[in-house]
Every structure is written in C-alpha cells, then in structure tokens.
C-alpha cells in the first residue's frame, strides 16, 4: 500500500503562487507515474498536471500550461506541483495521485489540500 499526503496548500491573492508538494510512503513510488488533480466546489474533479515515474514526462491540462509545473524528486518520495499567476478559478481541493500500471487509471490518492484564490 501506498498513502499519499498533500500540503502547501493556503490562501494567496490572485496573481501569486503556491508550491504544493505530495509526499509517498512505501518504496514503489518511484515507479508510478503521478498526477495531480482539482475538485472546485459543485464541479466534477478535473485533471491538472502528470508526470512519468522517471520524470521525463509531463502533461499539462490547457488551464495549466505555461502556469503549473509538475516534478517528483523520487530520492525523497515526494511530487510537486508549483502553481504561477493564480487566478480565483484554480480555487478547488488539490489532490496527488499514483498511476501504478502507466495506463493512467490512479489508483492511490492523498486527501487533498485546499487552494483558496482571491480577487
């Protein structure tokens, strides 16, 4: 088993940046692929970022293009997600989440840490 635990989390003012960061227990996160996630209040949970297990790779959803950037430092068990410019809409509950097979079905998830964006 693998437990996922998320922080960084916090309210900033729109423009400003927060850096969240997910750390793993167990030996296997090294090789999951990661991901992370959003779920705004009354909105169905969205997809943010990805990152292969080795990091080689990663995949953005457009909100997060040129904004967020996903990494892992697999020495620690540990993912990031740096967040730039933020807006109010990237208001939601961030979630990590492990991809054990690379078929990007995830089967680990943390319990989220709250991101609060103001105007």
């Known amino acids: 088993q693998v437990q996922l635990v998320e922080s960084g989390g916090g309210l900033v003012q729109a423009g400003g940046s927060l850096r969240l960061s997910c750390a793993a227990s167990?030996?296997?996160?090294?090789?999951?692929?990661m991901a992370w996630f959003r779920q705004a209040p009354g909105k169905e949970r969205e997809f943010v970022a990805a990152?292969?297990?080795?990091?080689?790779?990663?995949y953005y959803a457009d909100s997060a293009k040129g904004r967020f950037a996903i990494s892992r430092d697999n020495a620690k068990n540990a993912g990031y997600l740096q967040m730039n410019s933020l807006k109010p809409e990237d208001t939601a509950v961030y979630y990590c989440?492990?991809?054990?097979?690379?078929?990007?079905?995830?089967?680990?998830w943390g319990q989220g840490t709250q991101v609060t964006v103001s105007s």
């Open positions: 989440a492990l991809d054990p097979r690379g078929t990007n079905r995830y089967t680990y």
């Open positions: 167990g030996r296997t996160f090294s090789s999951y692929g």
């Open positions: 990152i292969s297990w080795e990091g080689y790779n990663t």
